[in-house]
T-cell receptor, first 116, second 111 residues
């Protein structure tokens, strides 16, 4: 069974640009979560989608947005990039919906974004 | 102060030793506790999860949760060089989706 895939794996952008990252969950998984990982702040939750609806949101500015498609694939977008947005962006998928009790989240390899 | 505190290490141990990792937290609403392992340039991989207080064992790994002290631990017995990685604790309330992670502890197991 294929794992979570994220594209692209590496990305270099300049300040002010916008970027779109893609995540394909494990087949059959309908819940997708996004996280930002930096050396200073560690892993921080961005948002979670289930059935094309955002179910949870972390404490990030509105420049960070996401969406989920009917096939459960998800994209996140960061507009007006800042130097501090340089990070590893991780996507995780799970089989159960939010609130359905304990569930395992499977992480992808991440997209490493560098903002110059 | 962060909700979840974890010593970043690095923690260096000889092969065969017991690795002891821990996290403390401040939010008494946390109910589910997890340990993830992350190799360099890879995404985190779930190792263990426990619900509320107690112990859980899986092979060489033992996870402990002490909710009264707001303290969780992970022990790795008979450590191997392949255990060299960053270990992250994570926890969540009933919603499960919004994981709060510790900073991660880098572990180095030397042959």
């Amino acid at each position: 069974k294929a794992g979570v895939t994220q594209t692209p794996r590496y990305l270099i952008k300049t300040r002010g640009q916008q970027v779109t990252l893609s995540c394909s969950p494990i087949s059959g998984h309908r819940s997708v979560s996004w996280y930002q990982q930096t050396p200073g702040q560690g892993l921080q939750f961005l948002f979670e989608y289930f059935s094309e609806t955002q179910r949870n949101k972390g404490n990030f500015p509105g420049r960070f947005s996401g969406r989920q498609f009917s096939n459960s694939r998800s994209e996140m977008n960061v507009s007006t990039l800042e130097l501090g947005d340089s990070a590893l962006y991780l996507c995780a998928s799970s089989l159960k919906a939010p609130g359905q009790g304990p569930r395992e989240q499977f992480f992808g390899p991440g997209t490493r974004l560098t903002v110059l | 102060q962060k909700e979840v505190e974890q010593d970043p290490g690095p923690l260096s141990v000889p092969e065969g030793a017991i690795v002891s990792l821990n996290c403390t937290y401040s939010n008494s609403a946390f109910q589910y506790f997890m340990w993830y392992r992350q190799y360099s340039r890879k995404g985190p991989e779930l190792l263990m999860y426990t619900y509320s207080s107690g112990n859980k064992e899986d092979g060489r790994f033992t996870a402990q949760v002490d909710k009264s002290s707001k303290y969780i631990s992970l022990f790795i017995r008979d450590s191997q060089p392949s255990d060299s990685a960053t270990y992250l604790c994570a926890m969540t309330t009933d919603s499960w989706g919004k994981l709060q992670f510790g900073a991660g502890t880098q572990v180095v197991v030397t042959p």
